[in-house]
């Protein structure tokens, strides 16, 4: 399955799973900018999970991989602040998501959710605040394992 099959795939489960649109996937007339968030949160938590996959293997450039892992990471909370606030509330305006919107050079308006969807994105908000808890216990795990590896005949190795 290609990686834009799997994404597009990702989006329609967060729609089914969260509901985040009021009608069809699949409608034409479906709100397009919250679809379009929604799917780019899901873009950028699969990058995350492609970053990290890297820096769980990876004895070296470690700083970088985690740079891009935490990167992929505020992308998606900006996603979903996006939904949650409105990029034109002062909610949003006045939030490190704006700063991660400006410098990616987003221009995308996107409303307000409805009450439901407001609901649900606090939902996943608890679900951002362990994926955070659990990010920082891996790289302290694994920055820890790193210091204990070392290379024997062209073989990775851990004491």
């Not at 699969?46 to 990167?71: F, H, K, P, R, W």
């Not at 919107?101 to 649900?120: A, L, N, W």
């Not at 939902?123 to 951002?128: I, N, R």
Request: with cysteine; charged share 25%; net charge negative.
């Amino acid at each position: 399955m290609s990686l834009f099959r799997s994404r597009l795939q990702g989006g329609r489960y967060l729609y089914q799973q969260y509901n985040i649109c009021e009608c069809r996937f699949d409608s034409a007339q479906c709100c397009p900018a919250k679809k379009d968030a929604s799917v780019e949160s899901i873009i950028s938590l699969q990058n995350g999970v492609i970053a990290t996959s890297q820096y769980i293997l990876s004895t070296e450039n470690l700083a970088q991989i985690e740079s891009n892992m935490q990167d992929a990471i505020n992308e998606f909370h900006m996603w979903i602040a996006m939904v949650q606030y409105g990029t034109n509330s002062p909610e949003f305006r006045n939030s490190d998501e704006w700063e991660t919107y400006q410098s990616r050079g987003h221009d995308i308006v996107v409303e307000k959710g409805t009450p439901e969807m407001i609901s649900q994105m606090k939902e996943v908000e608890s679900h951002y605040e362990n994926l955070i808890k659990h990010f920082d216990m891996m790289v302290e795990n694994h920055n820890q394992r790193v210091k204990y590896n070392f290379n024997y005949e062209n073989k990775s190795l851990d004491l």
